[in-house]
């Protein structure tokens, strides 16, 4: 149990990060960096290792889904929307997850879920109630002449997380067939990369380093230290820092700990432990980009840990079994 805390622990911090970043460079042209230097490391080290490369051509059309759901929609649509959501609570809607993952994992995977574990499921989702229908950072948007509680940018992070829990059931099923983390990462990062640096360079406009205060929930988080190490160079040193920073966190420490992880237990429960991340990401942003966190955010918090816990303890069991 304490990986899987220490693995969204260190999830919750790219949220962060990410939020901060977007003060100074367009989201689609960093997701397009980040990928392509990630999978580019990873790349270089299986070279190093000797260890298999292509996939085999029976197994195309699953890579080809990896790449354009598990990086490509899910990283582009979540830090577009990332530019007007909080930190904290885009991490909330990702933990709707657990639900699409089940729904996947029953249909592709034959994980079904027992009474408990629904009730557990069902809990979470009451959890996330309180915070998910307050009023949107960005404001309002009318549907059909009405105002509705929930924002376009979180209709899309609802996609991107719709598209994230499909990509990580293919993640598992390429796991059966015998390929490596590393591997799938490394093809679905670099195809990623480059089909986000396509869409990049056609619908992003120029010039995609910038200053976007307007987004920023404080004034340009280590802007002011940079200045004073590198000059003019300062907001290139943080773009480049924080782009380290996520792809050794995320691309490489999370993914293959994730993939680690999955052969020890279901989908559906490392998807369900994904409630602890926004406790994480809450903290961290009220730290760093001193984001606030109201009183419905700590009635999410209780019941969703109610839930969690039922989840748990069955999942316990049939691993107990299990072995």
Known sequence: MFLILLLYMILASTFTMG?????YISPIFFIALRMLVGGGLLY???????????????????????IAFHIYCAYIFEFWALQYVSSSKTALIYNISPFVTALFASFMLREYLTKNKLIGLIIGLIG???WIITKSECGYFTLAGRENLISLPEIILIVAVISSAYGWIIFKRLMHKGYSPLMI?????????????????????SPRLLSN??????????????????????????????????????????YNLYGLLLQRYSATFLSFAGFTCPLFAALFGWLYLGESVGWNFFISAAIISCGLLI???EELKLYTIKK
């Open 19 to 23: 939020k901060a970043v977007l003060c």
């Open 44 to 66: 270089a080290y299986l070279i190093v290792r000797k260890q298999r490369i292509l996939p085999k051509r029976a197994d195309l059309l699953d890579f080809l889904q990896i």
């Open 311 to 313: 989840f748990y303890q």
């Open 128 to 130: 996330i109630v309180p």
């Open 185 to 205: 990462n490394t093809i679905g990062m670099l195809g990623g990369g480059l089909c986000a640096l396509m869409t990049s360079l056609l619908f992003e406009k």
């Open 213 to 254: 205060l307007s987004t920023c929930p404080v004034n340009m988080p280590g802007l002011q230290l940079f200045t004073s190490w590198f000059g003019s160079n300062a907001q290139i040193a943080l773009i480049a820092v924080y782009m380290l920073l996520m792809i050794l966190i995320s691309n490489i420490i999370f």
